[in-house]
């Protein structure tokens, strides 16, 4: 088994001072951390880990600025680690870093459309900068967060290789890092032009078309386990895309009294709660309960309700038809229930 020290000097060398090649960016004999044990544990992002390291061998020679690259790289290994045990949380930081480092060799040019890299799938931003002159970009920015949206533009001064704008209570900080575009903001939701929730720092990528990430429930923290994010897979069929894309904020809520031992936790898209959104509840053996938001052909509202539990194929439990009852808002919206 390798020492602590060798393995860690190996993990650094593949990973933020050469282009020697590895089978992964680690040894997993050698894992220590709670980070470094649940990616060695989960297949799947043990498989995300090796991508990355091969990425990174191929992006490292092809970067202008290789060693701030490698500070960054040094800077998202403890990121990383923060997720300690979280799998959810490691699922994302790693799809995330793929996306940056697939566009990170490009060269940068202020004359470009930038979108941000997004921590889930009802969220995106994209900015365009323009240089008017050798101190000046000029810049225009959308964004959406679920049914709320931002926008914003302006003029912003060059310092070496930031930009910086400045007006009432909002500034933003452009920062070009290889290829990338890296925007700091200061200031509210509201203050900034944006919608709640509507926010605009973040990592970005050159790129015409919004970025396309490919989370999954457990990636953005709904299912807990593969297993359970399979079972949803199974479960739902095409309505988990819907629960997915309906997944953009979530709350734990009330047990529900005939199932006590269940947790629960309520999803919905912002700006949007009462058409897209969905109950989702949980026991230890494996049970889980659902009902979700969807509209028909003739776009008219309707729940469904699906469960994995034969007893309570034909009934709901109390917390998700109390649920369904605040949805219905005094109106009628049909329950279905889905084989």
Not at 35 to 63: F, G
Not at 165 to 172: P, T, V
Request: proline content about 4%.
């Amino acid at each position: 088994m390798l020492s602590f020290k060798l393995r860690h000097a190996l993990l650094l060398t593949s990973l933020a001072f050469s282009t020697t090649a590895h089978a992964a960016s680690f040894d997993c004999t050698g894992a220590t951390s709670p980070a470094e044990k649940t990616i060695c544990s989960d297949p799947y992002i043990s498989n995300l880990d090796e991508k990355l390291s091969s990425l990174w061998r191929v992006t490292l020679p092809k970067i202008a600025d290789s060693k701030a690259l490698k500070a960054d790289q040094r800077g998202w290994l403890k990121q990383r680690n923060q997720c300690a045990a979280d799998v959810a949380c490691l699922r994302r930081e790693y799809l995330m870093r793929l996306k940056a480092l697939e566009f990170m060799a490009k060269p940068f040019n202020w004359d470009a459309t930038w979108q941000l890299i997004p921590w889930g799938v009802s969220s995106s931003v994209e900015v365009k900068t323009k240089r008017i002159d050798a101190t000046h970009i000029a810049f225009d920015i959308s964004g959406v967060a679920g049914a709320n949206s931002g926008d914003m533009d302006g003029v912003a001064n060059i310092v070496g290789s930031e930009a910086h704008y400045a007006q009432d209570n909002c500034s933003l900080k452009f920062s070009a890092f290889n290829g990338l575009l890296d925007i700091a903001q200061d200031g509210a939701d509201p203050t900034c032009g944006g919608g709640m929730g509507v926010y605009y720092g973040g990592r970005y990528v050159a790129s015409e078309q919004p970025l396309a990430i490919d989370y999954d429930l457990l990636g953005l923290g709904v299912a807990r386990t593969e297993q359970e994010n399979e079972l949803l897979h199974a479960l739902l069929k095409g309505d988990y895309q819907t629960l997915l894309q309906n997944s953009g904020s979530m709350v734990t809520a009330d047990a529900s009294r005939d199932v006590p031992d269940a947790q629960v936790d309520e999803f919905w898209l912002r700006g949007l709660a009462n058409t897209n959104a969905g109950i989702l509840m949980r026991a230890p053996d494996a049970r889980v309960w659902l009902v979700l938001l969807v509209f028909d052909e003739q776009r008219n509202l309707r729940a469904r309700y699906y469960t994995n539990a034969p007893q309570w194929k034909k009934r709901v439990p109390e917390a998700l038809l109390a649920w369904h009852k605040r949805m219905e808002n005094g109106e009628t919206l049909p329950l279905d229930f889905m084989p």
